[in-house]
């Protein structure tokens, strides 16, 4: 049996984007996958608008705390690092791995606008699953 791989989604804040990311590689990663999220400067919160589009999807992100990447860095090495498109403000992790996702931060969008960020980042995590 393989061993399972390992992920870390980060973003600034780990509000959003990092946090429903680890959502959808628990999602469809099954047992197969270790998901973390992590922020450069967390906010020490889940925004509830990540909260509410992740339970359209039956998928309780209420559960999830925000982290920094000093809280994960336990976990590395990782076969993935993931970016969300915050440049220099994420610093390195040990990986086999390392891509930026360029996704834009949602934090102010309203609710049409947010989903559209959930479902890219929905897209994004099983292409990445599928190549891991």
Known sequence: ???????????????????????????????????????????????????????????DLSTHQSKSLKEVEQYAPFDAVVTMGCGDACPWMPAKNFLDWEIPDPKEMNEKDFRKVRNLISEKVQTLLSVL
Do not use: H, T, W
Request: net charge positive; hydrophobic share 35%; charged share 25%.
């Open 1 to 59: 049996m393989s061993q399972k791989k390992k992920v870390l989604f980060v973003c600034v804040e780990n509000s959003n984007r990092s946090q429903m990311s680890q959502a959808f590689a628990k999602i469809y990663g099954e047992n197969r996958v270790e998901a973390y999220s992590a922020g450069s400067k967390p906010s020490g919160k889940i925004n509830p608008k990540a909260i509410a589009a992740m339970k359209e999807l039956d998928y």
